[in-house]
């Protein structure tokens, strides 16, 4: 199995375009997890999803952020507008009994906001 | 408050050293994980624990939860260990709260 796979693996972009990120989980697993990282806050949950639904979207921290899972194996994050306290590294995990069981991170994308 | 503390914040030892995490949590709860991060960034469970003892190779994690700490244990550590250990935990839900990590560099 690949693995979790993440993309991109590196965004540079400017304050107030839209970026969007992607997370490909692995095959078999219902949970969807996806994380933010900063030097300030360390790792925090944004949203999780059970299979293909939100579940507990209170970590996104504002409105500009948006997360979808249209199937099983596809996920997106999406900020519009970015801004430059957006800049962290955005992790996705999977997992095939949420907390209780092994999670599978992802490479992460740095994202860097201008 | 659900609290995750984790200490030391840094620990530097040398090569062959017996090295201890913690880890302490403010309320009960159901599930606890360490993971492992590298210096290019990225994330590896170790060990998830709801009770007990787990080892894997040279590693070992624990957790009392009447005391509600854990500890993450490396023998013979070796500077591929280098690394941040992060500590996890559910507290009876679907999330997790992570402690600020230890960086651990293993020294030659």
């Known amino acids: 199995d690949a693995g979790v796979i993440q993309s991109p693996r590196h965004e540079v972009t400017e304050m107030g375009q839209e970026v969007t990120l992607r997370c490909k989980p692995i095959s078999g697993h219902d949970y969807l997890f996806w994380y933010r990282q900063t030097m300030m806050r360390g790792l925090e949950l944004l949203i999780y999803f059970n299979n293909n639904v939100p579940i507990d979207d209170s970590g996104m921290p504002e409105d500009r952020f948006s997360a979808k899972m249209p199937n099983a194996s596809f996920s997106t994050l999406k900020i519009q507008p970015s801004e430059p306290r957006d800049s962290a590294v955005y992790f996705c995990a999977s997992s095939t009994q949420g907390v209780v069981e092994t999670q599978y991170f992802g490479p992460g994308t740095r994202l860097l906001v201008l | 408050k659900n609290e995750v503390e984790q200490s030391p914040q840094n620990l530097t030892a040398q090569e062959g050293e017996f090295i201890t995490i913690n880890c302490s949590y403010s309320?009960?709860?159901?599930?606890l994980h360490w993971l492992q991060q590298h210096p290019g960034g990225g994330i590896v469970s170790l060990f998830m624990?709801?009770?007990g003892k787990k080892k894997h190779g040279r590693l070992i994690a624990t957790i009392n939860i009447q005391e509600k700490h854990s500890s993450l244990h490396i023998t013979a550590s070796h500077p591929r260990d280098s690394a941040v250990y992060i500590c996890?935990?559910?507290?009876?839900?679907?999330?997790?709260?992570f402690g600020t990590g230890t960086r651990l560099t293993i020294i030659p």
């Open positions: 996890a935990v559910s507290f009876g839900n679907e999330k997790l709260t």
């Open positions: 309320v009960g709860i159901s599930a």
């Open positions: 624990l709801s009770s």
